[in-house]
């Protein structure tokens, strides 16, 4: 069923044992908020997933923001939209009760980018992130705190378009004290199972280090 009772479109899926973990999706340029759907189910399959749909259309494509190049992108759009997404996940967590310290959020490509931008413009609604062929997409410097985000990059080593930016992303991320895990995969821009082993295994390990603590 698709949600249209908040600022972003939305499905939510129910896992039939939930462990109490949420996987927050966030879609590629030209998907919509299925896209990500059985990724999520195969990388965490006890989670409660909140698939979300990007609300800029441009060139007929479903995006997060609008971009100028494929590598440059509207600054204004970027920052009302994060706010919007800002405000979205606070509604979300109040209307179905979940728990932002035991949530992940999941972004692809255009997605991922959204949730990068997010942690700089607003450090405390991301505890932990998985960045999937991610690039940073703001400009000038933010005072984001990030002592307490938890980030795994994935990036595809024939990628082109973005691989060449993920060393930028991390740096990016570190400096603002985000413990970040890199991993370069040998892929391309697209996602294959490669990504899903080493997602579950970061969220593994992720879970694992919660319940210690």
Do not use: C
Request: glycine content about 6%.
């Amino acid at each position: 069923m698709l949600h249209a009772d908040l600022p972003f479109k939305y499905r939510i899926y129910r896992p039939d044992a939930p462990n109490g973990d949420t996987l927050v999706l966030l879609h590629g340029s030209g998907q919509d908020e299925t896209s990500l759907v059985s990724f999520g189910a195969k990388i965490a399959p006890n989670a409660l997933l909140l698939a979300v749909r990007g609300r800029v259309v441009q060139d007929g494509s479903n995006r997060w923001y609008r971009r100028l190049t494929p590598i440059s992108f509207d600054q204004k759009d970027i920052r009302s939209e994060a706010k919007a997404f800002a405000d979205f996940f606070k509604q979300a967590a109040l209307q179905y009760k979940i728990d932002p310290k035991r949530t992940t959020f999941l972004g692809y490509s255009n997605g991922a980018n959204l949730v990068n931008a997010v942690m700089m413009l607003y450090p405390d609604i991301v505890k932990q992130a998985v960045l999937l062929r991610s690039m940073p997409v703001l400009t000038g410097s933010t005072e984001a705190n990030l002592a307490n985000a938890r980030v795994l990059t994935v990036s595809g080593a024939t990628d082109q378009l973005y691989a060449p930016y993920a060393p930028a992303l991390e740096d990016m991320l570190r400096s603002h004290g985000a413990r970040v895990e890199a991993r370069s995969i040998k892929s391309d821009h697209g996602l294959g199972k490669e990504d899903v082993k080493v997602v579950s295994e970061w969220l593994s390990g992720m879970t694992a280090q919660l319940k210690k603590n």
